[in-house]
């Protein structure tokens, strides 16, 4: 039995980084990922990711099949709160996998096998809390659980009957999501954010750590970590951060960084199919000037480039939105 499979619904262009998720998910060999998409364009596929070829349509047939209730499900975006129901929805594809999970394509993975081992993953019925992934033991009860009654309710069918985005399938907001379901099951999860999470909002990279409602109840949970002046590297299938730290140069792994969709591009310099490394900097993916990096040589390594992605997600928002503000008084105000 294979160890696990991540199942992603995606309709429309694909990221311009779509090759470099592609490239490192082809070094995570006991791992697979299936892609349900309308999008044609040719890519490179490893063996190990596989192209299911849908219209959103056929798409919307597969999931109401499911249900006997009418589901909502008016546009891709909404199937994020559908997420926890895919090892349901597709069990089909998943009969040869001891375990499942959904993550994103904003994202570029690490080494999966060195931190996601069978041992490992043998302890819980769930891991992780976040959307951009999360992993499930593939059992015909596991797969059913996010259909319990929680609190009296049964969130699904709230959830797939609205269009409205309701988190089910991560901690955020209210504890009314599938964690919360599995926690009042008394099933087993691992809750330890090991990803390199963007914080949407800032230019330069910080991570948001998911740290629970018990240490951060603000934040839903969720920790943003101070600025480090740090460089971003995927090599050979590793991602990690390289610092300074009292004068010594500190290496710190990821399981795989989330970019928040975040508009990246590739530079023109860099070879996605033959490179064994490149660095990730705001907002671009690019080559790295040294064959190793060292104490010496880390501060003449470029980690950033010119970058608008602050203006573009908030300030640029918040003109939007005054905008509208004023379009609905001026409304109200001819009424």
Not at 213 to 227: A, C, F, L, Q, T
Request: with cysteine.
């Amino acid at each position: 039995m294979k160890t696990c499979c991540f199942i992603i619904p995606y309709f429309g262009e694909f990221p311009e980084y779509f090759p470099l998720f592609l490239k490192s998910c082809r070094w995570n060999p006991s791992f697979d990922w299936i892609i349900f998409t309308d999008n044609t364009k040719d890519y490179n596929y490893p063996e190990n990711v596989k192209k299911v070829q849908m219209s959103f349509s056929d798409l919307k047939r597969i999931v109401q099949a499911k249900f006997d209730f009418e589901v909502s499900l008016s546009t891709p975006y909404k199937l994020c709160d559908y997420k926890p129901a895919y090892g349901f929805i597709f069990e089909e594809y998943l009969r040869d996998y001891a375990y499942w999970g959904h993550c994103d394509l904003d994202t570029i993975m690490g080494n999966l096998s060195r931190h996601l081992t069978l041992d490992f993953l043998a302890k819980f019925d769930k891991v992780f809390c976040l959307g951009h992934m999360t992993i499930y033991k593939n059992t015909n009860e596991n797969i059913r659980v996010f259909m319990s009654e929680f609190n009296g309710r049964l969130l699904y069918k709230e959830v797939f009957s609205t269009n409205n985005i309701c988190w089910f399938d991560e901690e955020w907001k209210d504890g009314n999501n599938v964690n919360g379901i599995f926690l009042s099951k008394n099933k087993s999860i691992f809750s330890q954010d090991m990803s390199f999470n963007v914080y949407f909002p800032k230019t330069k990279f910080v991570r948001t750590i998911y740290v629970g409602r018990d240490v951060e109840n603000n934040g839903h949970g969720y920790k943003i970590e101070r600025y480090k002046d740090a460089l971003y590297l995927w090599r050979n299938g590793n991602l990690c951060r390289l610092f300074v730290e009292g004068g010594q140069l500190v290496q710190e792994d990821f399981l795989y960084m989330h970019l928040q969709k975040r508009r990246m591009k590739v530079s023109r310099f860099l070879d996605v199919e033959r490179c064994g490394v490149f660095k990730i900097i705001p907002n671009e993916f690019g080559v790295l000037e040294v064959s190793d990096v060292s104490l010496d040589n880390f501060e003449g390594i470029k980690k950033s480039t010119i970058c608008f992605h602050y203006w573009n997600v908030v300030i640029l928002q918040k003109f939007i939105r005054r905008i509208k503000l004023i379009e609905r008084k001026i409304k109200c105000c001819r009424k």
